[in-house]
């Protein structure tokens, strides 16, 4: 019998997606958790979460598979923010819906940054005056960059205090999941950037408000999580 049959015919063994993960030290998952305990009572129907993703022509970004022992645990690789890619997308949603995507550059600034949320971000939160909102993006440099909170301030934009290395804290890592897997249906691999685009949009136009819903009312549960998990990774 081959190596592959045995791996095979083991019922201990499945080949699976190797899910990405951030290396978390003592520190990261103490902010984690102080995190965890201020917003226990925290209204998330307020925040706006975003992120970026990238997005290539032949597949998903950093997919690995590999054979897993079901029981063990199932490993985790790391993956490094803004790396090469074909296609950057922006995006965000609340309570009260989706943001329009933009697809900004690959080597993003500040500067750019700044636009994507002048063009994207301030029109959504104009046409919901009524309510509060308040602003969740990650660590990024160009995130926390000076001239962006400057330029956050200046425009009367209340930001969340995010922990770093935090994905699985943040909803919209699995609405780019959702996305990524309607995307690439089939294994469907795209020919120029405006093919993926316009199939990125339309995917994006697709998802429904209970399915917005169902990410903004997972917060209370990720939170509960964190603490019982004393700051560490959760299954999000």
Not at 47 to 56: A, G, H
Not at 102 to 126: I, T
């Amino acid at each position: 019998m081959t190596i592959s049959r045995s791996i095979r015919s083991n019922e201990h063994i499945t080949r699976e997606v190797m899910k990405k993960a951030p290396r978390l030290n003592a520190q990261h998952k103490n902010a984690r958790l102080q995190f965890a305990r201020r917003n226990m009572a925290t209204s998330w129907d307020e925040v706006i979460f975003s992120d970026e993703k990238k997005f290539n022509l032949d597949g998903p970004d950093g997919y690995r598979y590999y054979w897993r022992d079901l029981r063990h645990d199932p490993l985790i690789h790391s993956k490094r923010n803004f790396g090469g890619a074909t296609l950057m997308v922006w995006g965000g949603f609340g309570s009260s819906g989706k943001l329009e995507l933009a697809f900004p550059s690959c080597r993003m600034d500040s500067q750019e940054y700044q636009e994507v949320l002048e063009f994207h971000l301030l029109p959504f939160l104009r046409s919901a005056r009524r309510r509060a909102h308040v602003f969740q993006h990650d660590n990024a440099s160009v995130h926390a960059s000076r001239s962006t909170k400057e330029w956050l301030q200046r425009h009367g934009v209340a930001v969340m205090d995010w922990p770093a290395c935090s994905p699985d804290c943040n909803p919209i890592e699995n609405l780019w999941g959702i996305m990524a897997r309607r995307v690439y249906l089939n294994n469907r691999q795209y020919n120029s950037v405006e093919e993926l685009k316009a199939a990125i949009s339309a995917v994006w136009e697709s998802i429904d408000d209970t399915t917005i819903t169902s990410l903004v009312q997972s917060m209370p549960n990720r939170m509960f999580e964190l603490i019982r998990h004393s700051g560490g990774l959760i299954d999000y």
